[in-house]
């Protein structure tokens, strides 16, 4: 993937929008756009065996080079001995634990290529064991710590399908063609897909080649999970003949490390993801979800005997998604996450009785804008660390003990944010007009915030659709807030965190009364008293997109909006989006030729001929998610209106536009001068 290296022209557009909008004073004690260089933030903490340490990944910013770097940290869980495990500006990922806690292994990018490396806790040494041509993932320990398992890409074979006259010595011809065969070819952030297909290896503890375990045109992913005997590797994949026209089925499977003989566990219709092995090797557990084909279906956590028979639900009641599962050592219990009410929480259910909640706050880890995320792991003594969220800071180090006391380890802002006075956020509960159902949002009010005033109010909608904003701290958001604006952002309908039924209300049906409970919380907040609603704007960015384009074709409230990396045209997204295959079946009764007034009556381009509102449009070069061409037909159309409209185009950026920290300047500065501007 290639990027944006523009950073000083970032710069000197923010310099052009720090003017502020109401008495808001930027200063040393503001969070302001040069300060997102220097945020850090907690990721993938593993907890030692005995629960006694902690190693997790801190992540920060690389001025000079405009990227995100990491290096791995470890303290004790009373949090001393706080130190580096490793140091530079390249990237020390995915830290994981030998079983008798004595090894700690991880992927460094040192040396250029993502490689493993071990670290020997008792002398510091450390050693490269590989010499990878493909990047590793899902990192797993065999009980006996004498193998490590991985997923890896293997090349096809690729042979020319034409032949062509030779070519003269020192002759300059063109590049050859690309001829693209498969359904799945190219997909957001990766570019156009080389052909093969990952496949699970086993590399010895002390270094080594890796051995291939798995054959066919398939692709088998993580967790892989281990027999307590370190002879076989249970996961999840799709080895259907056509599986790439089902794209969210997937089965259990167990492979034989002596032979790589497979054997399946599950045949449901749906995914089966997310195996883990009980200590004691009797059964195994998983999420997965019957399938519907419905835009959401809630993932539920089953267990089943080692063998694949009595799958039972463990969570049927709980109507949230369930992630990131892990036995107790006793086999008798199995943590889980999940999000509620924009809350992530972790939990407990035992196989014979009802979830029960650990502790929440779980999260803090999405940085640009306050969607969920985060990650958790036990030690054999039911100690629990995990990444812990804030509304003020990115996320930091917690650890839960045995009772359920949680003790905040780490403070990795407290020198950046400590003195700044940031937004303050606030919950908010308010009517849809459409039906009296209550929706959830938060209110983030600029620094010094008095009520007495009047503020300009920014709606920023969170994507997805079927994703979650909560209480959790946004780079972003800040920096509107700094700007001098009351921000507002929720979770309409269609969002998840509020069981299958709230998320399927969008069901064939979005943008759809979603719109309503958007305005709905505008409403709210200005009857508060403190926004000025002839100072209204709108932004958000994927989903978030889809709707501010929806809304600006729906009324003229809003005296400016910026779709980021929107959804104009369902019809021509089906057929250019990465991941069409999926599209069109579940969030759509068919293809689009079969459908086309449903796809255009559902369309943001459907409304151009109403919209008043200036609209810029801001868009990743290189999205294959929701392609530029999307922006493209909307800003084109609204010229043709001759309404007041621009197109920034982010060169190299993909659909996360954010992922170099100048993209996230940028597009917040290009937010900021738009709505200055009007």
């Known amino acids: 993937m290639h990027w944006m290296t523009r950073l000083l022209m970032a710069f000197a557009i923010l310099a052009a929008v720090t003017t502020p909008v109401t008495a808001t004073t930027n200063g040393p004690d503001r969070f302001e756009a040069a300060d997102v260089f220097e945020l850090e933030w907690a990721t993938d903490p593993q907890i030692s065996p005995d629960g006694e340490w902690v190693v997790y990944v801190r992540n920060f910013m690389d001025i000079m080079k405009d990227r995100r770097r990491s290096n791995l940290w470890i303290l004790r869980t009373n949090g001393t001995h706080h130190r580096p495990l490793t140091t530079g500006n390249n990237n020390n990922v995915s830290p994981r634990w ?171 219709n749906g995914p089966d993801a997310g195996p883990a092995v009980s200590p004691d090797g009797t059964r195994i557990a998983f999420v997965g979800f019957d399938d519907r084909e419905q835009g959401y279906q809630v993932t539920t956590l089953y267990v089943m005997n080692r063998d694949g028979s009595e799958v039972t639900p463990l969570t049927p009641t709980l109507d949230r998604d369930v992630q990131n599962i892990q036995w107790g050592a006793e086999s008798t219990e199995v943590r889980f996450a999940y999000d509620d009410q924009g809350d992530t929480k972790i939990a407990v259910v035992p196989l014979d009785g009802e979830p029960r909640t650990l502790t929440g706050a779980l999260g803090g880890t999405a940085l640009g804008r306050p969607y969920g995320g985060g990650s958790f792991t036990a030690s054999k003594n039911g100690s629990v660390a995990f990444t812990y969220n804030d509304p003020l800071r990115p996320a930091d180090i917690a650890v839960m003990d045995p009772s359920g006391a949680v003790k905040h380890l780490t403070g990795l802002n407290e020198d950046l944010l400590a003195h700044k006075r940031l937004g303050q956020v606030e919950e908010i509960w308010y009517p849809s007009s459409h039906d009296g159902r209550q929706v959830q949002g938060w209110i983030v009010t600029p620094p010094d915030f008095d009520p007495q005033q009047k503020y300009p109010l920014i709606l920023e909608i969170h994507g997805g659709p079927f994703a979650n904003y909560g209480p959790r701290f946004s780079a972003e958001i800040q920096l509107f807030a700094t700007a001098g604006y009351v921000v507002l952002y929720t979770n309409p309908r269609g969002s998840t965190s509020y069981g299958g039924e709230f998320g399927n209300l969008i069901h064939h049906n979005y943008p759809g009364e979603d719109y309503d409970d958007l305005i709905s919380g505008v409403d709210a907040v200005i009857a508060k008293g403190y926004v000025d609603p002839e100072r209204l704007f709108v932004t958000g960015g994927s989903g978030g997109g889809v709707l501010t384009s929806w809304i600006v074709g729906k009324t003229d409230k809003f005296r400016a909006a910026v779709a980021a990396k929107p959804v104009i045209n369902w019809y021509s997204f089906v057929l250019t989006a990465d991941a069409y295959g999926f599209f069109y079946r579940y969030w759509f009764p068919g293809f689009p030729w079969d459908h086309a007034e449903h796809y255009m009556s559902r369309s943001p381009l459907s409304l151009v001929g109403n919209v008043s509102t200036p609209t810029m449009l801001l868009t990743g070069e290189s999205d294959y998610r929701t392609p530029i061409s999307e922006s493209e037909q909307y800003y084109q159309a609204l010229k043709l209106r001759n309404i007041d409209t621009a197109l920034v185009r982010i060169p190299e950026a993909s659909h996360g536009i954010t992922a170099r920290p100048s993209n996230l300047i940028a597009k917040v500065a290009h937010i900021l001068k738009w709505f200055e501007t009007h």
């Not at 040396?111 to 450390?126: F, I, N, V």
């Open 98 to 268: 030998s079983p008798n806690g004595d090894r700690v292994l991880y992927v460094s990018t040192a040396e250029g290529s993502a490689q493993l490396h071990m670290r020997w806790m008792d002398t510091g040494e450390t050693a490269k064991l590989t010499n990878l041509t493909e990047g590793p993932g899902a990192l797993s320990f065999s009980p006996d710590g004498e193998y490590v398992a991985l997923t890896m890409r293997v090349a096809a074979e690729s042979t020319s399908y034409v032949r062509m006259p030779g070519k003269p010595d020192g002759a300059e011809w063109a590049p050859p063609p690309t001829m693209i065969t498969k359904l799945n070819y190219r997909a957001d952030g990766a570019g156009y897909l080389p052909d093969g297909f990952t496949h699970i290896h086993v590399v010895p503890a002390e270094g080594g080649t890796p051995r291939q375990l798995t054959t066919g045109d398939f692709n088998h992913g993580g967790p892989l999970s281990w027999a307590p005997d370190s002879q076989s590797i249970v996961f999840s994949a799709n080895r259907q003949d056509d599986w790439e026209r089902d794209p969210v089925e997937s089965e259990i499977f167990e492979v034989s490390l002596a032979d790589g003989s497979l054997s399946q566990l599950t045949q449901r």
